[in-house]
């Protein structure tokens, strides 16, 4: 690496130290109930919940009656932001993605890299999902089921299904699948169009601030909703339906370990030549990094000074991990596929294979805009449970847990970033290698 690009590292490190101690420094004249973070408040909200819950068997009716409603607010908050976020998220994330043009074959492999990966650890959620069970064997009683089972699809049905035949419709009916892919063509329209679709471009970007900003203040919102959500869910079922927890978190955790493990390792060894020990030495410190944080935007400067000490160039570097920053969530899709199939067992629905097929399909799709929003992991959740009728109120039994599954899920996508650098690099300089060879 070079005395630049490590200069430069270091000086990203230091302004994020001294960030974190202002930070703190600012925290510390705060009264205590606004230094605790949101997810310590939803944990907390989660407990307060049980607590209610417990008390309230006796009379599940008043929790039905008087904090239910708290959490259907909530709920309706998140399911009215949902489509207007992820159309003009999906579209600036297209947008975004112009330099490409630039760029050329790099960033066409690349893109085509991470949605690969993506569709690929999702496809492995599932099936640890399927095969570990990962709902415990627990299942609500039918009574607080809110869910008609539809006939499903075939295959070629929800293939022609996905591209929609009226613009506005799929937004009412909160159809997940062709609303992505309405906002991806628009979004590269707007790329074509050139200079005529900057004006458009500014106010997709103006809108996605809007969007992210109103996004905000809805998960500021989650700690009461979680307990608004969970209370009459104890108090109609007792405590036994937050033992399945346990076993989700592992379920989720031996999942993205495979990937990290099997699936990178396979990629780097056939593409990279590299061996995964070598690998796993050198991405250490944006792993430790990326679990105690779960921020991929924090670990990003780690992530890249420790790609550029196993060999990528300042160049590769520069370009893909802030692209997979954006795009690539393996994590994120494997916490998907899990938590929509713990959920549906949970609530004792039977996804069929086509279901779990529209599972993957909005997953990956939905990775080229979603994955910088805040809050991305609870709204892409929502996504997929609308994309296959199951029900939202399954939200409120994964919340409090979504911090553990968030550090493992972040470390994944980060490694995920690594991989794709270093393969693409390797690529890069074979290509230049033939080319001098056949110059010469």
């Not at 008609?148 to 937004?171: C, G, R, W």
């Not at 990279?272 to 670990?299: C, D, E, N, R």
């Not at 470390?411 to 010469?440: F, T």
């Amino acid at each position: 690496m070079s005395e630049k690009g490590t200069s430069d590292v270091r000086e990203l490190l230091d302004e994020a130290e001294r960030d974190i101690k202002d930070i703190a420094k600012e925290n510390g004249k705060k009264p205590w109930y606004k230094r605790l973070s949101l997810t310590t408040w939803i944990f907390i909200a989660l407990v307060l919940g049980v607590m209610c819950g417990l008390l309230l068997q006796g009379n599940p009716g008043f929790a039905d009656t008087y904090i239910k409603p708290i959490g259907t607010i909530f709920l309706n908050l998140i399911k009215m932001i949902v489509v207007p976020l992820v159309i003009v998220s999906m579209m600036a994330g297209v947008i975004s993605l112009k330099d490409i043009k630039r760029i050329g074959a790099i960033g066409g492999k690349t893109i085509v890299f991470y949605l690969f990966t993506t569709g690929f650890a999702v496809c492995i959620g599932l099936l640890f999902a399927n095969v570990m069970h990962v709902g415990g064997g627990y299942t609500l009683a039918s009574t607080q089921l809110e869910y008609e089972a539809k006939e499903a699809p075939s295959f070629i049905d929800t293939l022609v299904n996905i591209f929609p035949s009226n613009f506005v419709q799929p937004m009412a009916d909160a159809t997940m699948l062709q609303i992505i892919v309405i906002a991806l063509i628009f979004g590269f329209g707007i790329i074509a169009a050139g200079k005529k679709g900057a004006i458009v471009a500014d106010f997709v970007n103006g809108m996605n601030a809007v969007c992210i900003k109103v996004m905000h203040g809805i998960i500021m919102f989650a700690p009461f909703g979680v307990f608004g959500l969970i209370t009459p869910v104890i108090a109609n079922n007792g405590p036994d339906v937050l033992l399945p927890l346990l076993w989700l978190i592992i379920v989720g955790y031996v999942a993205m370990i495979v990937h990290l493990v099997v699936v990178y390792s396979g990629l780097l060894r056939a593409v990279a030549k590299m061996g995964p020990l070598k690998f796993f030495k050198g991405i250490a410190p944006a792993l430790l990094f990326a679990f105690s944080s779960a921020s991929s935007v924090g670990t990003l400067p780690v992530n890249m000074e420790c790609t550029k000490k196993m060999g990528a160039s300042d160049e590769m570097v520069s370009f893909v991990l802030p692209l997979g920053a954006t795009i690539n969530m393996d994590g994120t899709a494997i916490y998907q596929g899990v938590c929509a199939m713990f959920i549906a067992q949970v609530f004792g629905i039977d996804l069929t294979i086509q279901q779990q097929i529209v599972i993957i399909l909005t997953t990956v799709l939905a990775s080229i805009g979603t994955a910088g929003v805040p809050g991305s992991g609870m709204i892409m959740l929502a996504m997929v449970l609308q994309s296959v009728g199951l029900p939202v109120e399954g939200i409120a039994l994964v919340a409090g847990v979504d911090r553990i599954l968030d550090m493992m899920r972040t470390a994944l996508n980060i490694s995920g970033d690594s991989v794709c650098c270093l393969c693409m690099n390797y690529l890069e300089e074979r290509k230049q290698q033939r080319k001098a060879e056949a110059g010469a």
